[in-house]
């Protein structure tokens, strides 16, 4: 069979698009100033979300659809909230084109959500937007925002696209009407440019004629990267990115070079690169210090890291800024083999394409003079020109090792590869506890769950309780109705597979796969709600299934081993402002709420770690210092385990039955943001 990897190498190139025109599906919208980005090439789901975090609003892919707005609306209403509890009215509206349903809900675990969701049926496609929240702080905080932007929103005009030529780029469009208020907050549409670049023409003069100075050159719209022979090349209609794939390359989700149009862009060089890298390395988790360089007038960073799926990835951006344009190429790979044999072969392919000189055309540069191409701008030697501004963050050129591995030891873990099953789309409520896949035409849920480390009989476990504690608690059953049916089978490279069908109290359908590699785990979950809908759901599930390997990769550092020399001096006790959970006692115990309350992570110089809300560990800074970690691992072990620090890599372990890892970049030891939160160093 043959599995491709868990992680699409161009979902990893998808986010680089977040610097590109703000589209999605066939909807052109505004992003709201300040909003990050992250895009699933896969199912082409947007996410935005807003600087202070905690809410996001999702762009769905259109689907076909030959029934009413309102079906199609309740349809995904329905999807969205079945395993959600309202905690009170349920109301409906419509903005323009959008109809509207928003909602506040008590999750299974007890957590609350806001929810407002806009959908619309134009021209046969189904399209939605989704915005959920925390709380009902954030949600009314941000509402207005989404609201003005789902107003400008507009529809692409349906275009039929031929196998062989990629769609025209569309017409710039102008903005939507701003409101009467801050312009900041509603910025013009960037418009992608065409990939051809046409050579200025100049006119032979006869001797006779006096010589007049040739016109200017045209501003160049483009960079044009020349396939390396023997590649393959295709466009994604969508997008219009350029993908090559090298021969060795079994799919691009093995490995290619990803081309993607220039932008018109007002960043300086630095703040265009900078912002593009975060994109590509959103939810991933750096193995080792990226390394940057400047060279042929191209920023350039190498990295090396491990994706939110668990592939271990590596990649090279580049980056190039000249008078208003920006453009971005990505080469990345999940393959080591690939990365030495086809990484200096693309690297030789973007650098033959010349940066022109910023100019006195290109106020916002500032490269300054360009390198000159030749010996000086390789891979090992910077061409940077004399009296360029230097730039924080980018020295010699990236010295790249294939054969590092991601820990000490070089020791490796196991993945499960599979091939994402047809007629379904990417889910983002499982958030980074798994992959979760939604059918298009049926109510189906699919769930991977990448593998874990696990202590004792995990065989037995998994028949007395399932490992219900594994499962996110969005798609947790609340009981078993009648007792599982279990069976073996087989994946290759696993040391068992063992699968439990069951109902649970809702008379919905489950089945629950359980593989094993060592004393590693990964789970399959799939939920239909009906008899129909499994069978239906199942046939395409089963594409997945089929497909299913357990290769290796490498795996994070241990914790076991102490902080390191680096994690020692990160010792202490440290602050910051998180939301929690509370009862909401105003409207009775069964309400809960959110609000914004002191938090604590107190880090020991042997390797330990605790967290906690409201209080320093102990009650108090002066019991911080005497903290039993050994106790509060047995009463509290959900937010007690320990951390490790690699390079300027910070990971860390809970216990309990989650076991919750964090990571994160130590750029101060007197300061640390974990999971979006910011906290400062008390003592």
């Not at 161009?10 to 992250?38: I, M, N, Q």
């Not at 609350?112 to 915005?131: K, P, S």
């Not at 350039?300 to 990649?315: F, P, S, V």
């Not at 006692?585 to 809960?592: E, F, K, Q, S």
Request: hydrophobic share 40%; glycine share 8%.
């Amino acid at each position: 069979m043959n599995a491709r990897s868990l992680i699409a190498l161009p979902a990893l190139a998808a986010s680089v698009l977040a610097a590109a025109p703000e589209t999605a599906s066939d909807l052109a919208f505004t992003r709201p100033a300040g909003w990050g980005r992250s895009v699933d090439v896969r199912s082409h789901l947007v996410i935005l979300t807003p600087p202070a975090r905690h809410a996001s609003a999702a762009f769905m892919d259109g689907q076909d659809f030959g029934g009413t707005a309102d079906a199609w609306h309740r349809g995904i209403w329905d999807r969205l909230t079945r395993n959600l509890k309202p905690r009170g009215a349920v109301t409906d509206g419509r903005r323009g084109d959008f109809q509207t349903t928003w909602a506040a809900f008590d999750k299974p675990d007890g957590a609350q959500t806001w929810v407002c969701l806009y959908t619309v049926v134009r021209d046969g496609r189904g399209e939605g937007v989704l915005f959920f929240a925390d709380g009902e702080g954030p949600f009314r905080s941000n509402l207005t925002t989404v609201n003005q932007m789902v107003d400008g929103i507009t529809f692409a005009p349906p275009t039929a696209v031929g196998a062989s030529n990629p769609p025209a780029a569309p017409a710039e469009k102008s903005p939507p009407a701003a409101p009467a208020t801050n312009t900041a907050a509603n910025p013009p549409r960037q418009t992608m440019e065409d990939l051809s670049v046409t050579p200025p023409s100049y006119t032979v003069l006869p001797p006779s004629t006096p010589v007049q100075p040739p016109p200017p050159a045209a501003p160049v719209e483009d960079l044009t990267i020349a396939c390396p022979p023997g590649w393959a090349v295709q466009q994604d209609p969508r997008t219009r990115a350029i993908c090559m794939q090298p021969p060795d390359s079994p799919s691009v989700n093995q490995g290619a070079l990803f081309v993607f149009p220039a932008v018109r862009s007002a960043d300086t060089p630095e703040q265009f690169h900078n912002q593009t890298l975060a994109n590509a390395l959103n939810q991933c988790r750096l193995l080792e210090p990226v390394q940057q360089a400047r060279a042929g007038g191209y920023l350039i960073t190498a990295a090396h890291a491990l994706t939110a799926t668990g592939e271990n990835a590596r990649m090279i951006l580049y980056t190039a800024r000249w008078a208003d344009r920006a453009k971005a190429v990505l080469f990345a790979t999940v393959r080591d083999d690939i990365f030495r044999r086809d990484a200096p072969v693309a690297d030789a392919a973007v650098r033959q394409a010349q940066v022109p000189a910023p100019g006195a055309e290109a106020p916002n540069s500032d490269f300054g003079a360009p390198a000159q191409p030749g010996p000086a701008a390789t891979a090992a030697t910077p061409a940077a020109t004399p009296g360029a501004p230097a730039t924080a963050g980018f020295g010699t050129a990236p010295v790249i090792d294939p054969g590092a591995t991601a820990t000490d030891a070089g020791e490796t873990m196991p993945v499960l590869e599979y091939n994402d099953p047809p007629n379904f789309w990417r889910g983002a409520i499982g958030g980074k506890t798994c992959a979760e896949y939604q059918g298009s035409d049926i109510n189906f849920t699919l769930c991977v769950y990448a593998f874990r480390e696990f202590q004792g009989d995990v065989r037995a476990q998994y028949q007395q309780n399932l490992l219900r504690d594994w499962i996110d608690v969005m798609f947790r059953e609340e009981g078993v109705a009648v007792p599982p049916r279990f069976s073996t089978n087989n994946v290759p490279g696993a040391d068992g597979v063992l699968e439990a069908h069951f109902l649970d109290p809702r008379q919905q359908e489950h089945h629950r796969i359980l593989i094993t590699a060592g004393h590693w785990a990964a789970i399959v979950d799939m939920i239909a709600p009906t008899a129909f809908a499994w069978q239906k759901g199942y046939a395409s599930a089963a594409v997945l299934l089929q497909s299913m390997r357990v290769g290796r990769k490498a795996a994070p550092p241990s914790v076991t081993q102490g902080p390191g020399p680096q994690g020692a001096a990160l010792a202490g006790l440290f602050q910051g402002m998180k939301y929690k959970t509370v009862s909401n006692l105003a409207l009775g115990p069964g309400y809960l709420g959110s609000k914004l309350a002191l938090h604590f992570y107190l880090f020991s110089a042997d390797g330990r770690v605790f967290r906690c809300y409201d209080f320093p560990p102990g009650g108090s800074a002066a019991a911080a210092r005497q903290f039993d970690f050994d106790g509060a691992a047995r009463q509290d072990p959900g937010n007690a385990g320990r951390y490790t620090v690699r390079g300027n890599q910070l990971y860390i372990k809970m216990g309990g039955p989650n076991a919750d890892e964090i990571t994160a970049t130590v750029s101060d030891p007197n300061a640390l943001t974990l999971d979006d939160v910011q906290y400062q160093r008390v003592q």
